[in-house]
């Protein structure tokens, strides 16, 4: 049941502003909104909500600012709620985000020109949240080959296996996990001013879309989508000392983009699955994810074939509308295990859009049956090899 409290009005940004612009950047003197300060705001009724990002060496300086902005959004009439989210810019030193022109950037292993001078910088020391045992991120090269709803079935089949699992819907630019799932509340910050996640099917669940209108369109540079992604991982209660989770399962956007490559960069993965469809337009995609998973130093568990076929429904026969055997070759080739086929589905496509992922609504049917097939085989992938293995070298082409 959501707490959204649909009888308020919703704030005026001009007011909103002008309240913001009260509290000062301690930095410039300036008000919040008039420094720049103010990104990614949100007006709902009853509620207001915004990121202040930083440089990641002044957050203790602008800890005190976030409380004060919030304290004077709380009294304007009708906020019932409010949350300022203080995030931080990650820029490694010596790197920034646009190279001059003339420069180009990439991973050490696949450049696309010779560069002039090779500069190794060694990333941050990639963890991995606390309290959280092993990470695996779900893949795609390219959108629409079921990612997230492997992801989200995925997620439940380990959880019914008995697993304590996270969820973490990181692609900030489609958020879909929370439609998947049927949820619709908002998390609350815990004592420890550390996000709550909400629970689903034995799951803990974060996504962004559960922050910002479901139809809001996220207009957010690469920088800031990393940032916001850091914040999921590192601000998120997702174990306890007493209780650690034993998986955190992250549902990647689709691409080899700056969040994947920040996440690669902040976190310890295990390893990775990969999802595609059978026509060789996905593998050609399927084949750059896998190549910066390897340059990441990322093992893949494995490749999943998403709609392999259709069963005819008179006679159960596959008719092979994408072709088929196209995701047994991709792994093949880029030395993964094939971790097998789903059949397009009509009860997984609808268990997504009713919220109930089909492990659970439909537990006797094939869909669900291959799923806790693949949680078992991924589960036993992470037991027997999972990633050790030393940071990335991420070096920066100039």
């Given at each position: 049941?959501?707490?959204?409290?649909?009888?308020?009005?919703t704030?005026?940004?001009?007011r909103?502003i002008?309240?913001?612009?009260?509290?000062?950047?301690?930095?410039t003197?300036r008000?919040?909104?008039?420094?720049g300060l103010?990104?990614a705001?949100?007006?709902?009724?009853?509620?207001?909500?915004?990121?202040?990002?930083?440089?990641?060496?002044?957050t203790?300086l602008?800890?005190?600012?976030r409380d004060?902005?919030e304290?004077?959004l709380?009294?304007?009439?009708?906020?019932?709620?409010?949350?300022?989210?203080?995030?931080?810019?990650?820029?490694?030193?010596?790197?920034?985000?646009?190279a001059?022109?003339?420069?180009?950037?990439?991973?050490?292993?696949?450049?696309?020109t010779?560069?002039?001078?090779?500069?190794?910088?060694?990333?941050?020391p990639?963890?991995?949240?606390?309290?959280v045992?092993?990470?695996?991120?779900v893949?795609?090269?390219?959108?629409g080959?079921?990612?997230?709803?492997?992801?989200?079935?995925?997620?439940?089949?380990l959880a019914v296996?008995g697993?304590?699992?996270?969820?973490?819907?990181?692609d900030?630019?489609?958020p879909?996990?929370?439609?998947?799932?049927?949820?619709?509340?908002?998390?609350?910050?815990?004592?420890d001013?550390k996000l709550?996640?909400?629970l689903?099917?034995?799951m803990?669940?974060?996504?962004?879309?559960?922050?910002?209108?479901?139809?809001?369109?996220?207009?957010?540079r690469?920088p800031?989508a990393s940032s916001a992604?850091?914040?999921l991982?590192?601000?998120?209660?997702?174990?306890?000392?007493e209780?650690?989770?034993?998986?955190?399962v992250i549902?990647?956007?689709p691409?080899?983009?700056?969040?994947?490559?920040?996440l690669?960069?902040?976190?310890?993965?295990?390893?990775?699955?990969i999802?595609?469809t059978?026509?060789?337009?996905?593998?050609i995609d399927?084949?750059?994810?896998?190549?910066m998973?390897?340059?990441?130093?990322?093992?893949?568990?494995?490749?999943?074939?998403?709609?392999?076929?259709?069963?005819?429904?008179?006679?159960?026969e596959p008719?092979?509308?994408?072709?088929?055997?196209?995701?047994?070759?991709?792994?093949?080739?880029?030395?993964?295990?094939?971790?097998?086929?789903?059949?397009?589905?009509?009860?997984?496509?609808?268990?997504?859009d009713?919220?109930v992922p089909?492990?659970v609504s439909?537990?006797?049917?094939?869909?669900?049956?291959a799923?806790?097939?693949?949680?078992?085989?991924?589960?036993?992938?992470?037991?027997?090899?999972?990633?050790?293995?030393?940071?990335?070298?991420?070096?920066i082409?100039?």
């Open positions: 049941m959501s707490d959204h409290p649909f009888n308020a009005p704030p005026e940004r001009g909103v002008a309240t913001l612009n009260g509290v000062k950047d301690p930095k003197g008000g919040l909104g008039e420094a103010v990104q705001l949100v007006l709902r009724p009853g509620r207001v909500g915004f990121m202040l990002e930083v440089d990641r060496t002044e203790a602008y800890a005190p600012i004060a902005a304290a004077a709380s009294g304007l009439p009708g906020v019932e709620k409010v949350q300022v989210v203080l995030t931080t810019k990650d820029r490694p030193p010596g790197v920034s985000h646009a001059p022109q003339g420069v180009s950037r990439g991973v050490s292993q696949g450049a696309q010779e560069p002039r001078s090779a500069r190794p910088v060694r990333a941050t990639a963890m991995k949240p606390a309290h045992r092993q990470v695996i991120a893949a795609s090269g390219k959108g080959v079921g990612k997230s709803t492997v992801a989200v079935n995925l997620s439940t089949a296996l697993y304590g699992v996270g969820l973490l819907d990181a900030v630019y489609g879909s996990v929370p439609r998947m799932l049927g949820l619709t509340q908002r998390p609350v910050l815990g004592s001013k709550v996640p909400l689903a099917f034995g803990k669940v974060v996504s962004i879309g559960l922050l910002v209108d479901e139809g809001a369109p996220m207009i957010w690469g800031m992604l850091g914040q991982l590192d601000d998120v209660a997702w174990g306890a000392p209780a650690p989770l034993d998986i955190l549902d990647m956007p691409g080899t983009g700056d969040v994947q490559l920040t690669a960069q902040k976190v310890r993965l295990d390893g990775a699955v999802v595609s059978p026509q060789e337009v996905a593998l399927v084949r750059r994810g896998a190549a998973f390897q340059q990441t130093h990322t093992p893949i568990l494995g490749v999943i074939e998403n709609m392999a076929y259709f069963p005819d429904p008179a006679t159960g008719i092979e509308i994408f072709g088929r055997g196209g995701g047994r070759r991709v792994a093949e080739e880029v030395g993964a295990p094939f971790l097998g086929e789903l059949p397009l589905d009509i009860s997984l496509r609808r268990s997504g009713d919220g089909v492990v439909n537990p006797d049917g094939a869909s669900a049956i799923f806790l097939g693949l949680a078992a085989a991924v589960a036993d992938a992470l037991k027997h090899g999972g990633a050790q293995k030393p940071a990335p070298l991420i070096e082409r100039d």
